[in-house]
């Protein structure tokens, strides 16, 4: 992302945080708007996952919402590119989501059965960069699973880099890049275990 870059109205277009000189106030209180949005939507599909609230779920991502976890190349890289390289999930939209909930509430997935139990955690969320339509942020998430079928439970845990776009007065997900550090796991994962 370009660092803050002002049009000849004198509107801000983008704020990337990352790349902004170190005398620049970056705790303004549109900074901490946008790190406040991110954090809430992020409770929200946590809870929405956790309760099973699938339709709430899928509801919160753009039709075009690219919905991504990286496989891990060797011990220090993940895939970069979905399309040449392997990943562990990778869908271009929400059909592809809205696909996966209908084989979790058909039975079909038989790896869900029963379905696990989790609580997800998120904790340092950031906005990195800001618009007024536009958010991208990253969180750091941790998700405790409980297996039923063989009374394990186990952590899935790593950083998200999501990008927020504001919709008809609402905001939906059109991007989430899932990076999964301990991808070496005792059971299947699913987008409810992430």
Known sequence: MAPADVESTGRTLLVDREHEPPNVDVTSMREQEATAIATELLIRESRHLDDRE??????????????????????????SDPNTEISQIYHEARHGLEERVARVRSGQSVTALPLPRTTHFITNTVA????????????????????????????NFGYYELRYTQHQGAWLIT??????????????IDFYTL
């Open 128 to 155: 990195l960069a800001f618009a007024p339509d536009v958010i991208e942020a990253r969180a750091n998430w941790l998700v405790q699973v409980y297996q039923p079928r063989t009374a394990t439970t186990h952590a």
């Open 54 to 79: 699938w339709d709430r779920w899928l509801a919160m991502y753009a039709p075009a919402a690219v919905f991504w976890v990286p496989a891990w190349r060797d011990d220090e890289h993940e895939t």
């Open 175 to 188: 991007s989430k890049k899932i990076h999964l550090k301990n991808d070496v796991i005792p059971a299947v």
